[in-house]
């Protein structure tokens, strides 16, 4: 019987039969005829320590049991607090106020009105966003806005706003991406540049360095604009430190989490803000409000799976889980090296990425739809971005498991190119 369910970025012309999963534990799925799959990906990078760690499970538990939902306007609760004072400590310097919401479009949607509220509220003129070629920041309408255009957005040109674009820091051309930022932002009505720090991960998992990191944070300061850093996809470690701004020494003026800021076992958001931001809010003025909220702003089962994630990161050795995961991760990558169907291999902290030779490319290339068959029949998830392959596992991931995720590549790989 054919399912009524819509599956997100799926052609179901090409995908009719999706994989029916029941349990899952550390860096493993198992399917529902006991199939065990690899989670190379971390379910959509949103797992962190592995797949239902004790502490979360047993925080979600107990929270359950007490308080599960309340409006997070004129209410407040202890999970939700405890989070906030938590990730202030451990964010950059500088953010002092978390707003909750429930995804990484949802975190990115509120960091881009807080912007526009900022300079609205402090009476500058200032509504022109600037967003790196390539970037992603979502699927919403303003997030869709501020990534790249192309075939995942071209039926709805219509409703998106534009931005200008700064070309993506490639080596060896990062002066071009200084200049263009640099006359960008001495206009004068822009009001905020928003990046993927280190790596932009849907465009195709391009890597930049920290001084460029840097000196980008440098130009958007030396002319007021709010630097915006969209670590949805690089924070709770997935680039070797807790947050990719940290290998920068910057602290952004908006900086927005999701993923993996409960592990990855629920959803839930937060963009974190410098004191300047709230303060231009803050009024008798019922007209300088925020104007922002959804329905689970806050939730309080959530944010104590947030909360568990956090004890996680102060209590266990995590950092020393990822170190020993990216040394790993480095050896395999070594390990393709020689192999004419892999090119460019790359890696920063946890994450590798590599293009295959001989196609042209392109997010439609089909070969990420039979590379994906392939591993899949090996018991490995993977889910190629058309001609790029990506490794993004688990914190808890061994270098023997990886060992064996890269040989069933490498295979899988000699089979599609046959
Ligand atoms: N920003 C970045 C950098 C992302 O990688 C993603 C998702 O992959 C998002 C935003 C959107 O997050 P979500 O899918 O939770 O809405």
Redesign the pocket.
Known sequence: MSSPVWHPFTQHGLEPQMLPISRAEGAWLEASDGQRIFDGISSW?VITHGHRHPKIVRAIQEQADKLDQVVFAGFTHEPAETVARELIKIAPSGLAHVFFSD???TA?EVALKMALGYWRNTGQKRTRILALEHA????TVG?MSAGARGVFNAAYAPLLFDVERIPYPAAGREQLTFDALDKACRSGDTAAFIL?PLIL??GGMLIYDAATLAEMRRICSAYGVLFIA?E??TGFGRTGTLFASEQAHISPDILCV??GITGGSIPLAATLCSEAIYAAHLSEDRARTFFHSSSYTGNAIACAAAVANLEIWRTEPVRERIAALAAAQEQCLEGLEGDPHFANGRQIGTITAVELTGRAGGYLDNVALSLRSKLLARGVLLRPLGNTVYVMPPYCATADELKSVYEKLAEAVDEVSA
């Open positions: 990078w995804s990484g479009s990115v992603y920041h979502g699927d997030t993927e991960g849907a969209d949805v996809m999701a993923k």
